[in-house]
């Protein structure tokens, strides 16, 4: 069931709506990602739900009770709900231990006990428990947030952006970690971030949020593969939109014949493939001359060499007729290839196209 | 009732939803609540009473009548006045700025020997009250008057309020700056010129402008050389008519002339801001070989510090030394010891509490409406202590005696003076403590009075505390106003000396003198650590 449901939730500043009417549902124990680019409203909607604000309209409700409306809100402290901020926010005149225990009742028995658990869970050392926020890393400030959130055993955890601060080798660990640790209690979670591969490699639910308002909200799975259009094709990763024609579950592209995931029958469509959908095999010119219907070959235009995978821009070299789809086939393909099979610059390849294209809106 | 209206709405919702129980269930009015209101209530109630003076010069100017009031305020006797005000401002301010900004330099970013030890020296005369620099100029020179008199005292007296925010920018200035200017080519002396100088600007503007409002509040300093300006003649003109509208025709001159003030430093600041562009620390200042110019530089420094805490300890010290035992009538001395600390401690109490409201809301909720509120509280604080005395002395004789010459109004006078003091430093400090903190610490299950204690407030306490300290100084020193307010028997220190050398026993006064100095020592230490900490040394 639902843990958490946002009903057309609105939030305006002056004139300006921050969150223009967002639903919304968070599953229990599931861990969803708000991904979009900043100023889209995803901080003032986590702002919501944790009650540091309230919206102009709309309700929110919390294991089918309501925390927020119009009218009224349960306030922050009362609502179980735990925060991990951007920088942490930790409190700077306190020691970590003093962080850590900020939420657990000074007279708790065990409370020190309690207290080093939290650090191991988080996979702290016990000797920064006596050190100050100022003295400790990025990554061992998130943390200590982390385990400061998790002190009062919430219902809900809301992690804002929280690894942007981080170096990208120590992100990817961060994030593992955190959603293992959250995972193992059983914690609902939401994470906003403005990182697509964060939103989908951490998420069992992801929505894409731009100018107050979801574009989609899917599995990480089908938001990548089966995007609604072209916005959220491409907030999600590098995306190759081309004009087609469809029919009978096929779509005729500059790219050839490919298979498509539907069996409608449209006269214009645009239809998105991943890069990585696209493969290249060395050819010659001859092999150009001599080239079958339907295959497809490209001249290298570019290259980027930059350590294990290299950028690749491509031209494709026959045409189909149609002088719409010729101007699109003149504007080079980027993609990424391993550096140690990607041609070089002038170089002819053939082009071949795997799995299925999807039709955009 | 907030229960009751929750639970109203509460029942509605009840049919669809199951429901938290009413008492979790709060009313919140939006942004901040209820916070925010009473904020926004106070802050304009006391900035409404910090700018009470101009509405009550121009009551008074009615009740006159406009004839006699033009009368009064166009006449040969107060062209004189604005002949010495203006000069005075025209040659002690670019004095005082060029002097500061030399020493700052030196103590900032050359290789003097001792340069902490001279920084300090360059505060320390803050602990100096004006007039005491004057005694002992006076006492030393008993010649001395007029205008040059004035300009000399008055730079020795009041440069530290510009040596310390120009130290304190220079010491927080990236050096990156000056690499990034040197490799595009340009010489030492025009780095100063081009990259320097215009990131001072701001530390220029206000520390001129200070000084410009300390030197046209500034009464006792110009009593002992004989030379009138606005503020001597407004006190002299109380003493003899009590509070005549020649007096407050006066006080409408020098407020115009704050006013220009106040629009000269806002036109020449304009809109600039400058801070550090990109994050990372700040490396370390390389400081700058002298050289030959060594002895020459601490020629400046030696007899900066002999001028301005030479001349007054050594005056002080010979009069100490010629009135022996005699002078030393403890009982006095110590009772208007204990009265000075009293009215200092409550005065600074009183004006930063009456300083919370403006601060927190400009922090934590800015927007077109607060920034002019704060204005008015900064246009409120540039007026002269003889101007807000005047105007509390007259509405409490006419509209509330039972006020008149009390504790409170002298109170309310302090803090309608120093607001501005513990204003700049509360603002800055509640700066330092961010509102996700104070969010962190509800979301940990604080309630929020709990949460503003644990976090803002605890982190806001040693700004808030040297915003005190700023105003308890201001309060000890002060002269004009406690002469003109103070319930009858008061004898602060500063009254005490005054009224003794006012009767040309100079010895007498001597004991009052070193002890007002020996309590702001330790206030200005203080102050000058906290501003070297805030700048990360």
């Known amino acids: 069931m639902s843990f958490l449901e946002l009903r057309s939730v609105e939030r305006r500043y002056g004139r300006v709506a921050a969150l223009g009417g967002i639903d919304l549902d968070v599953k229990t124990g599931s861990r969803t990602a708000i991904v979009g680019p900043s100023g889209c409203g995803k901080t003032t909607l986590l702002r919501l739900v944790a009650g540091f604000d309230v919206p102009d309209a709309g309700t929110i409700l919390m294991d089918g009770k309501v925390i927020a409306n119009a009218s009224g809100t349960v306030p922050a402290h009362r609502r179980e709900i735990g925060v991990v901020a951007q920088d942490g926010a930790l409190f700077p005149h306190l020691t970590i231990a003093e962080n850590i225990g900020f939420g657990i009742d000074r007279n708790a028995p065990g409370r020190e006990k309690m207290i080093s658990d939290l650090a191991y869970t988080v996979g702290l050392d016990g000797h920064i428990l006596l050190r100050r926020p100022h003295q400790l890393s990025g990554g061992q400030q998130q943390r200590v947030a982390l385990a400061r959130a998790m002190a009062r055993k919430p219902k809900m955890m809301l992690l804002d952006e929280p690894f942007s601060a981080l170096d990208t080798g120590l992100r990817a660990s961060m994030r593992k970690a955190v959603a293992e640790v959250l995972e193992n209690a059983g914690i609902t979670t939401i994470l906003v971030t403005h990182d697509q591969a964060e939103a989908l490699s951490f998420a069992d639910q992801v929505a894409v949020m731009r100018e107050g308002r979801f574009a989609q909200v899917g599995t990480p799975r089908e938001l990548y593969l089966k995007p609604k259009n072209r916005m959220v094709a491409e907030s999600l990763g590098d995306a190759i939109v081309l004009s087609a024609t469809i029919a009978d579950g096929w779509a005729e592209c500059s790219l050839g014949r490919l298979s498509v995931d539907t069996t409608e029958r449209r006269d214009i469509a645009r239809i998105l493939l991943r890069p990585e959908q696209i493969s290249l095999r060395s050819a010659s010119s001859t092999d150009v001359a001599a080239a079958k219907p339907g295959a497809i070959f490209a001249e290298v235009s570019d290259a980027e060499f930059a350590g294990a995978i290299s950028t690749v821009a491509v031209k494709l070299l026959n045409n189909p007729d149609s002088p719409e789809l010729a101007a699109i086939g003149n504007t080079p393909l980027i993609l990424k290839k391993p550096s140690v099979e990607s041609p070089a610059v002038g170089e002819i390849v053939q082009v071949a196209v795997s799995g299925k294209a999807h039709i955009l809106e | ?537």
Not at chain 2, 177 to 192: H, K, M, N, V
Request: hydrophobic share 55%; charged share 10%; glycine share 8%.
């Open chain 2, 1 to 537: 009732m907030l229960v009751g209206a929750a639970f109203r709405m509460t029942q509605t919702i009840a049919q669809e939803r199951d429901l938290v129980t009413a008492e979790d269930f709060l009313k919140i009015p939006r942004g901040h609540g209820w916070v925010s209101r009473w904020m926004t209530i106070a802050a304009f109630a006391i900035t409404f009473l910090t700018i009470l003076p101009l509405p009550f010069i121009a009551w008074i100017g009615w009740q006159t009548g406009w004839e006699t009031s033009i009368s009064l305020i166009f006449r040969p006797r107060v062209g004189e006045l604005l002949v010495n005000t203006v000069m005075l401002l025209v040659l002690a301010v670019p004095l005082c700025t060029v002097l500061a900004l030399a020493l700052a330099w030196l103590t900032e970013f050359s290789d003097l020997p001792f340069r902490r030890v001279w920084a300090w020296l360059c505060v320390a005369p803050l602990a100096v009250p004006a007039f005491v620099q004057s005694y002992a100029w006076i006492s030393l020179f008993p010649g001395l008057n007029g205008l040059w008199a004035g300009v000399i005292i008055s730079v020795i007296a009041y440069f530290p309020f510009l040596y310390l925010p120009i130290a304190a920018t220079l010491r927080r200035l990236d050096p990156a700056l000056e690499d990034a200017a040197a490799s595009l080519g340009l010489t030492p002396w025009r780095i100063f010129f081009r990259v320097i100088l215009p990131q001072l600007r701001l530390a220029l503007c206000g520390g001129a402008l200070l000084v410009g409002l300390h030197l046209l509040a500034e009464y006792g300093l110009y009593v002992f050389i004989r030379f009138d300006t606005f503020t001597t003649a407004i006190v002299d003109q109380y003493q003899s008519s009590f509070n005549g509208p020649a007096a407050t025709m006066l006080a409408g001159v020098l407020v115009v002339c704050c006013l220009v003030l106040l629009s000269i430093e806002a036109g020449v600041r304009g809109n600039a801001r400058y801070s550090r562009v990109g994050s990372g620390a700040a490396r370390q200042i390389e400081p700058v070989r002298l050289g030959k110019l060594t002895p020459l530089c601490l020629a400046l420094l030696i007899a900066t510090a002999l001028f301005s805490l030479g001349i007054p300890l050594l005056t002080i010290g010979r009069w100490l030394m010629a009135g022996g035992a005699d002078i030393w009538r403890f009982d006095e001395i110590g009772y208007a010891f204990y009265q000075t600390l009293v009215l200092a401690i409550l005065g600074g109490l009183l004006t930063t509490l009456a300083a919370i409201p403006m601060a927190w809301l400009s922090i934590r909720a800015p927007g077109g409406a607060q920034r002019a509120l704060e204005g008015l509280n900064y246009l409120g604080g540039a007026l002269p202590g003889v101007v807000i005395a005047l105007a509390v002395v007259t509405i409490t004789v006419r509209t509330a005696h039972m006020f008149y010459q009390t504790m409170a109004t002298i109170l309310l006078a302090y803090t309608l003076m120093f607001l501005p003091r513990a204003l700049v430093s509360l603002r800055a400090s509640i700066a330092q403590a961010p509102v996700e903190l104070e969010h962190a610490a509800a979301s940990l299950g604080r309630r929020p009075a709990n949460a503003l204690w644990a976090t803002t407030i605890r982190l806001a306490a040693p700004g808030a505390a040297a915003g005190m300290a700023l105003a308890s100084l201001g309060i000890m020193n002060e002269l004009t106003a406690t002469q003109m307010l103070a319930p009858n028997g008061t004898r602060t220190l500063a009254m005490g000396f005054w009224a003794l050398s006012g009767e040309l026993d100079y010895a007498a006064a001597a004991p009052y003198a070193l002890v007002m100095i020996l309590i702001s020592l330790p206030l200005i230490w203080l102050l000058h650590d906290q501003s070297q900490r805030m700048a990360g040394r």
